[in-house]
């Protein structure tokens, strides 16, 4: 699969815009980052790992409880902080973190929208 990722980019930005957000990872379904705000390498390359263990987990859990393929996983901290993993179909899932301060409504909001874009555009 070929993929533009200046496009996926683009598609991407509105959530960065959202208070609250302190970066994403946009990573194979394998756990290969593909794209990403995060400066730091090694937390990028982490993000992207946790993200295909944790999207297995939840997938797994989801069927099993006959509920189907997993869309949303999410993952908060006792201090209110977190990550949501959006799977992004064939391109694979998004992780997104988000501090204490994040307004959950807006970036799930804005989540959907994007998801809903990348979906149309057939970013691949």
Do not use: C
Not at 35 to 49: C, G, H, I, P
């Amino acid at each position: 699969m070929s993929l533009n990722l200046e496009a996926l980019r683009r598609l991407i930005e509105p959530v960065t815009k959202v208070a609250g957000f302190e970066g994403f990872v946009v990573a194979t379904s394998d756990g290969l980052p593909l794209l990403s705000s995060l400066s730091d390498k090694d937390l990028e390359e982490k993000v992207a790992a946790l993200t295909a263990v944790l999207s297995e987990v939840g997938n797994r859990a989801s069927t099993e409880l006959g509920k189907g393929e997993a869309d949303w996983i999410a993952v908060y901290a006792p201090d209110g902080s977190g990550i949501i993993y959006v799977k992004l179909g064939e391109v694979g899932y998004m992780a997104v973190l988000f501090s204490r301060d994040t307004r959950l409504g807006v970036l799930l909001y804005t989540l959907k929208e994007i998801k809903k874009k990348i979906l149309e555009a057939r970013i691949s």
